[in-house]
Nanobody, 122 residues
Framework: QVQLVESGGGLVQAGGSLRLSCASS????????MGWFRQAPGKEREFVAA???????SSTDSVKGRFTISRDNAKNTVYLQMNNLKPEETAVYYC????????????????WGQGTQVTVSS
């Protein structure tokens, strides 16, 4: 049984930082690309960043230079370091897994976590 468990969300002031973690179990982590998505109330789920099984990364333009995705295969964990957060980035952040390469469409991912709330106050 595959499980993805996010942690690290919370309340932060604009300009602040958070580090999200997503711990996985039940899959061969090193074979999977991992993605981070976010969904704000009333909006569609949107791609944030992803990292391939080999460590190639991709991110949406709005977070480039501020967010960094990384993975630790020994710990079966993917991270999202978020700096200089903005109020409009308040959302539930989800991690997701798919085999091999990165993808930006949510429908390409096989497994999903339950999400962690990130709230950025102005």
């Amino acid at each position: 049984q595959v499980q993805l468990v996010e942690s690290g969300g919370g309340l932060v002031q604009a300009g602040g930082s958070l580090r999200l973690s997503c711990a996985s179990s039940g899959l061969t982590f090193s074979n999977y690309a991992m993605g981070w998505f976010r969904q704000a109330p009333g909006k569609e789920r949107e791609f944030v960043a992803a990292i391939s099984w080999r460590g190639t990364t991709s991110s949406t333009d709005s977070v480039k230079g501020r967010f960094t995705i990384s993975r630790d295969n020994a710990k079966n964990t993917v991270y999202l370091q978020m700096n200089n957060l903005k109020p409009e980035e308040t959302a539930v952040y989800y991690c997701a897994a798919k085999l091999w390469g990165v993808a930006t469409r949510a429908s390409d991912y096989t497994y999903w976590g339950q999400g962690t709330q990130v709230t950025v106050s102005s």
